[in-house]
Structure formats: C-alpha cells, structure tokens
C-alpha cells in the first residue's frame, strides 16, 4: 500500500482534504498490465506520435514509442551507477530551496530531489519545433498509484517547446466502473542562462482519477520560462507550482486553467520568488465552475529585500455556472524590497446577462449564447 506523508503546512493545504488517499489500498501497476497496455493501446500511441515525442505508460519510460531528437539526451536513473553531470547539477540547485520541503504531498519512495528520467539540452541547442511528452495511465478495478518523477535541463542559451499530455485509459474494466487511481507528478525544471522554455501541460485523466503535481522552477540570468497549466479531468486535482528566479534579467509567464462540473475538485497552488534584480513575473489563472464543482486559487509573490527593479502581476478570474459551485482565492504579495512594481487581484462572478440579453436579442439561441461567453472566458488561456 502506498501512504502519503502529511507534514505539511496546513494553511497551504486549507481547501483540499488529504485523508481519502489513505482509505483505498492504492498499488503499483505489475509487469503484466504493463505489458497489457502496451499491446492495446500500442496502435493509438502509435496514431498519435510524431516526430520528437517521449511516451510514458504508467510512470514508466517506454523506449520503444520514444522518439526524440538526437540532440536531446536522455538518462534513466535505474539504468545509470552514478549521478550524471546533469543530475549532481540540478540536484546540488534544488537541495537548497526551501520549497521542495514546503510541498504538499512527496510521497516516500520519492522523498530525494532524484529523477527517474532527465531531458538534458546541452548548451545552446535549440530545438525547432515542439516536443511532444504522452503520459498514459491505466485504471482497473482495483486502485492504482502511479508516480512519475521528471527533470528537465536546460544548459546555457539552450532553447526547448514542451506539450505534456496526461491520459488515462482503462484495462480489464469498464471505465464507468474503474476504481480511483492516485497519479503524483514531481516535476523540475532548470533553466540556465538564457536559455529558454515554451511549456503546455493538458491534464485530462478520467473523473476517477487522484492527480497530485509539484512543479519546481529554477531559472538563471536572462532565462525565460511560458507555462500554460490546463485542467479537465480528474476527481481531486491539486497542482503545485514554485517558480523561483534566481539571476538578473529573468521571466516568466505562468498561465492556468481549470474548467470542473459534477463535483470536481481543482486546487492550484503557486508560489513566485524574486531573489535576483531586475526579473519580471506574470501569472494569469482563470476557472469555469459548474453543478457543485470546487475550485480554489492560492498564489504567493515574494520580492527579496536585497532586490530592486523587479515587476510582478498575478491575477485570477473565476467564473461561475451555478449558484452551487464554489471557489476560494487567495492570491498573496510579501515585498520586502522598495525598489518594486508589484499587483495582484481577483474576481468571481457568473455569465453576463447583458451580453446574453444583446446576442438573444440578435437571434443566437439563449444556451448557444451562453456557450460563447465562456468560450470567451476560456480563449486568454486555452491558445496560448
């Protein structure tokens, strides 16, 4: 059974509930439904891929679908007897965070800063084109945990655009009757000088599912990082994000969305830290409530008081379908430095009833109407 460690910060973890991780015995996926997956779902993955693409079934790497540009150099973590070069330097960086100790949910067997698959870009590759990451998990009838634990290294004046797809499909059961499934997704990101990282993640696992991320950022001088988060599927979604710019010249853009119904649980959870001068931040985040769906929004900014010239802007907008959905923002700025341009803000509201009223008016179905603003509502964040 896998059990979750619950040292955390309550404060930080006010909205979401831990406890029904442990009321289900949560196992690993065996060889055998490995091997299953693989044989069925073999023609989809394989409809799917293109050039540059890294397949992932069930947490694990699968060299065979794999098919990446020869410039991107891949290391397994079982397969090395020593610490790579890329690996002693990522992890020599995030063993001094305070924030990997503030994540929420490390499970045991992953409670060390090692991955167990790491991308490195040497210096100044710059791949064209975007590189295609399919991670699929399985559902059954008995609860399943997954665990993936990925880095991604960027060397100097390295250049990389990333899609992350996170899928679910079901195996020795139908999918309205497949237990839940617990995915913990530990992600790290090492952007060194100049380099530059354009990152989408798509999370459309099943209604079933469990799915925990920690997401660590760590840029260089003149780095710059786009992150566009999409939340569809799952039960319980709880997305962390520590975006730590730690040279002169940094940027970032941090994008969410979420869009829940029935009684989907999102949270996201984001913490900036300026600890260089002269970096400039943005974070935009947006959700679509409907039927007794939840969301929640914590977002933090801190300025290092030894900073000057920094800018940051964080924002939520939340939108809600009924009067029994619910959200809880809480977006934070804790500036120790006065050399500073700081703000931050949030909204929650339902659909306009003028514009409604206007395109009723012009003969556009009412449900049709309402299907337009929030396409709206979603566009900012969906094409970025």
Not at 49 to 73: P, Q, T, W, Y
Not at 194 to 222: I, P, V
Not at 307 to 334: D, F, I, Y
Request: proline share 3%; net charge neutral; glycine share 4%.
């Amino acid at each position: 059974m896998i059990e979750a460690d619950y040292n955390i910060q309550q404060d930080n973890y006010r909205w979401t509930d831990l406890k029904h991780l442990n009321k289900a015995d949560f196992v690993a996926p065996t060889v055998a439904v490995q091997e299953k997956l693989l044989a069925e779902k073999l023609p989809l993955l394989q409809s799917q891929l293109a050039e540059n693409s890294l397949v992932l079934l069930n947490g694990k790497f699968c060299k065979n679908l794999s098919n990446l540009d020869r410039r991107i150099v891949i290391w397994e973590k079982n397969q090395q007897p020593a610490a790579t070069p890329a690996e002693i330097q990522i992890k020599a960086q995030l063993s001094q965070l305070d924030y990997y100790k503030q994540a929420s949910l490390i499970v045991q067997e992953n409670r060390e800063v090692v991955s167990d698959l790491v991308l490195y870009l040497p210096e100044q590759v710059q791949i064209e084109g975007r590189v295609k990451l399919i991670a699929l998990n399985t559902t059954s009838a008995q609860p399943r945990y997954t665990s993936v634990s990925l880095a991604i290294v960027l060397a100097k004046q390295a250049k990389l655009e990333l899609e992350e797809n996170l899928l679910t499909e079901s195996v020795e059961v139908n999918p309205l009757s497949a237990a839940p499934y617990w995915n913990n997704l530990i992600c790290h990101y090492y952007l060194a000088e100049a380099a530059s990282l354009k990152l989408k993640r798509l999370q459309n696992e099943t209604k079933t599912a469990l799915h925990f991320s920690s997401s660590f950022f760590y840029q260089k001088a003149n780095s710059i990082l786009q992150f566009t988060l999409l939340n569809y599927g799952g039960a319980t979604v709880r997305n962390e994000i520590f975006n730590i710019l730690d040279g002169p010249g940094a940027e970032s853009k941090i994008y969410g969305l979420s869009v829940a119904e029935a009684k989907q649980h999102f949270d996201n959870f984001l913490c900036v830290d300026h600890r260089a001068s002269h970096c400039s931040s943005y974070q935009r985040f947006k959700g679509v409530y409907a039927d007794t769906s939840v969301g929640a929004f914590q977002g933090s900014i801190t300025v290092r008081a030894e900073t000057q010239g920094n800018t940051a802007n964080q924002s939520c907008a939340n939108l809600l379908l009924s009067k029994t959905a619910r959200v809880n923002v809480l977006p934070q700025l804790k500036i120790w430095s006065k050399d500073v341009k700081c703000n931050h803000g949030a909204t929650v509201g339902y659909l306009n009833e003028e514009e409604i009223f206007y395109m009723c008016s012009r003969g556009i179905p009412l449900k049709v109407a309402q299907e337009l603003q929030v396409e709206a509502f979603k566009n900012e964040i969906e094409h970025k």
